[in-house]
């Protein structure tokens, strides 16, 4: 493994630890500055930023991985000699994705108002962040010129859902930090160890080469 990969693997690793460690520091009560956040944003679930929330939640949600994952199966269809970098592409989604379904019932953290599910990691910001990240992989292995636009379109997408999660109530803002620290360092790790990252140059040499 070339220290470039190194690297990659090893901030993976720090950030899939700092999930744990603030999972575990939030498990049992939440943090003042959670607390704070909810008591301000109480009742908005029902009022026109609610309503804007929930209308967003909808689109920004568990739909976008199996959306990605059938756009990648086409074009593993269309196309076969891209069938090993897609798969590899579904593998990292899917690993990215389980990290919110894997996670909950470890932390057992309950939502700041009455919802059925845990709360520990945002399944919604996981779901947002997973698409998010592998579409920047897509881009960075087949329209590099592409990978700026997408990473901040990812960025922004997911911390609008984040803030959207919160101002229903039904997340605390911890809860989708949380849940981007896992997908970075989940996508990270898995990435690295497929070889999807560093992205590649028409030449074959590492962009980072």
Same mark, same amino acid.
């Given at each position: 493994?070339?220290?470039?990969?190194?690297?990659?693997?090893?901030?993976?690793?720090?950030?899939?630890?700092?999930?744990?460690?603030?999972?575990?520091?939030?498990?049992?009560?939440?943090?003042?500055?959670?607390?704070?956040?909810?008591?301000?944003?109480?009742?908005?679930?029902?009022?026109?930023?609610?309503?804007?929330?929930?209308?967003?939640?909808?689109?920004?949600?568990?739909?976008?991985?199996?959306?990605?994952?059938?756009?990648?199966?086409?074009?593993?269809?269309?196309?076969?000699?891209?069938?090993?970098?897609?798969?590899?592409?579904?593998?990292?989604?899917? *690993?990215?994705? /389980?990290?919110?379904?894997?996670?909950?019932?470890?932390? $057992? =953290?309950?939502? @700041?108002?009455?919802? &059925? #599910?845990?709360?520990?990691?945002?399944?919604?910001?996981?779901?947002?962040?997973?698409?998010?990240?592998?579409?920047?992989?897509?881009?960075?292995?087949?329209?590099?010129?592409?990978?700026?636009?997408?990473?901040?379109?990812?960025?922004?997408?997911?911390?609008?859902?984040?803030?959207?999660?919160?101002?229903?109530?039904?997340?605390?803002?911890?809860?989708?930090?949380?849940?981007? *620290?896992?997908? /970075?360092?989940?996508?990270?790790?898995?990435?690295?160890? $497929? =070889?999807?990252? @560093?992205?590649?140059? &028409? #030449?074959?040499?590492?962009?980072?080469?």
């Amino acid at each position: 493994m070339t220290v470039p990969r190194v690297r990659w693997v090893v901030t993976g690793v720090v950030l899939f630890a700092a999930f744990l460690a603030l999972g575990l520091l939030v498990d049992r009560q939440p943090l003042q500055f959670d607390t704070e956040v909810a008591n301000v944003l109480r009742g908005q679930d029902t009022r026109p930023a609610g309503l804007v929330a929930g209308v967003v939640t909808n689109v920004l949600g568990p739909v976008l991985p199996w959306v990605l994952g059938v756009a990648l199966l086409a074009l593993a269809l269309r196309d076969r000699s891209k069938l090993s970098l897609c798969v590899r592409l579904a593998v990292v989604l899917v *690993l990215c994705r /389980l990290t919110s379904v894997t996670f909950k019932p470890v932390f $057992l =953290r309950q939502r @700041p108002r009455e919802y &059925p #599910d845990l709360s520990y990691p945002s399944g919604h910001v996981v779901a947002v962040a997973s698409t998010g990240l592998v579409v920047v992989l897509v881009c960075g292995w087949f329209a590099p010129r592409f990978v700026r636009w997408a990473v901040g379109i990812t960025v922004a997408a997911t911390v609008v859902a984040a803030a959207c999660r919160v101002v229903l109530g039904v997340h605390w803002v911890t809860d989708t930090v949380g849940a981007a *620290l896992a997908v /970075l360092g989940m996508g990270l790790v898995s990435a690295t160890a $497929l =070889r999807l990252v @560093p992205f590649r140059r &028409p #030449d074959g040499r590492s962009l980072d080469e």
